[in-house]
């Protein structure tokens, strides 16, 4: 009994002074979209593991919209009647954010809040440049240089704003023009930012990679460049740290049984 107590004592809020259990924080519920890519499920198993080395003691948990197990529907139910945060893997608002992951978590036990999604934030933009650098952008391109940032694309205008407010922040980050692009369901297409840029005289245009993750549009995104092209942002120190970010501001606000999105 002592040896369960001491365990127990050695985890920040599980026990009180009087030697009772308390309840341990709501699990974390990071929901991804799915990907037919297996690089996708590794990159976010791994960048789960970084959320975990940064919190040990917060129960990690990964659920899917589709494509992958395990769906989100799963992970909820493996939760029982449990407190959760899910914390969209998505970078900007849209039907998936608004619609599919409420319902879902409504449509089970577990009393859940949902979070923003990750974009648009700073943090976002920190990892955008890190990658950028990686790929060869050194900072001397101000003259001659754009990007065009490329993102999946929704049929939310809610989603095109936030991906344009992320463009905004990289583009007084780096000093160049950054254009939001799009690989499916809006435009400009990426090819056809490529193009505006060059025709405004800017002939050193890379394309930043705004996924979450590798997969077929990350690749044919990085296909149309041509100069360079940035990789995914996943395992990014920047991304474990927002995930925690939506994480606690969601936190913060009241519990309830059907989840509402957090103000992004």
Do not use: C
């Not at 780096?174 to 193009?195: D, K, N």
């Not at 994480?247 to 519990?255: I, K, S, V």
């Amino acid at each position: 009994m002592n040896r369960i107590t001491t365990q127990l004592a050695g985890r920040p809020g599980l026990v009180g002074l009087d030697g009772r259990r308390r309840p341990g924080p709501p699990a974390l519920v990071v929901v991804a979209h799915g990907s037919r890519d297996p690089r996708a499920l590794s990159t976010v198993q791994a960048l789960l593991d970084r959320v975990r080395e940064l919190r040990p003691h917060l129960p990690v948990h990964l659920g899917h919209i589709e494509l992958n197990a395990p769906l989100l529907p799963d992970t909820l139910a493996g939760l029982g009647t449990g407190e959760a945060i899910l914390v969209p893997l998505l970078l900007s608002r849209g039907y998936h954010v608004k619609r599919d992951i409420p319902e879902m978590a409504a449509a089970s036990r577990v009393r859940a809040r949902v979070a923003a999604p990750l974009g648009p934030h700073p943090l976002l933009v920190e990892a955008l440049h890190a990658r950028l650098v990686e790929a060869g952008w050194d900072g001397t391109e101000r003259r001659s240089g754009g990007v065009v940032l490329a993102a999946a694309g929704s049929r939310d205008p809610e989603s095109r704003i936030d991906t344009g407010r992320t463009a905004r922040l990289l583009a007084d980050r780096l000093g160049v023009p950054v254009v939001p692009a799009y690989a499916s369901a809006a435009a400009p297409t990426v090819p056809e930012a490529v193009r505006a840029l060059t025709a405004r005289g800017r002939h050193r245009v890379a394309v930043a990679a705004y996924f979450t993750a590798p997969g077929r549009f990350a690749t044919e995104s990085a296909e149309a460049t041509p100069w360079i092209a940035s990789s995914p942002l996943g395992t990014h120190p920047a991304m474990a740290d927002l995930i925690l970010h939506r994480y606690d501001e969601a936190l913060a606000r009241p519990a309830g049984r059907i989840p509402t999105l957090a103000s992004a």
